[in-house]
Nanobody, 115 residues
Framework: QVQLVESGGGLVQPGGSLTLSCAASGIRFNIYTMSWHRQAPGKQRELVASITSSGTTNYADSVKGRFTISRDNGKSMAYLQMNSLKPEDTAIYYC?????????WGQGTQVTVSS
């Protein structure tokens, strides 16, 4: 079965950094696009970043220049390096992959940016 497990969330001060990790299992990891989404209180879930199997990346305008998505196909891991964090980045972050017609999501990890 497909399973995505996130880790790395926590409390960080504005301007700080945090790295999220997503461990994937049950899929041929190297052929699928991986992505990170987030959902803040009272808001809809939004795409933060994605990375294709070949390494092509895409970012939401709100995080460009601050966040970096990456993957390690040998370890079946995806990462989100977050720098220069702002209070507006506070949200639950979810790892995602789409396999044919199915979307798979991790359980989410809370990121709180506050002083």
């Amino acid at each position: 079965q497909v399973q995505l497990v996130e880790s790395g969330g926590g409390l960080v001060q504005p301007g700080g950094s945090l790295t999220l990790s997503c461990a994937a299992s049950g899929i041929r990891f190297n052929i699928y696009t991986m992505s990170w989404h987030r959902q803040a209180p009272g808001k809809q879930r939004e795409l933060v970043a994605s990375i294709t199997s070949s390494g092509t990346t895409n970012y939401a305008d709100s995080v460009k220049g601050r966040f970096t998505i990456s993957r390690d196909n040998g370890k079946s891991m995806a990462y989100l390096q977050m720098n220069s964090l702002k209070p507006e980045d506070t949200a639950i972050y979810y790892c995602n992959t789409k396999v044919t017609i199915r979307n798979y999501w991790g359980q989410g990890t809370q990121v709180t940016v506050s002083s």
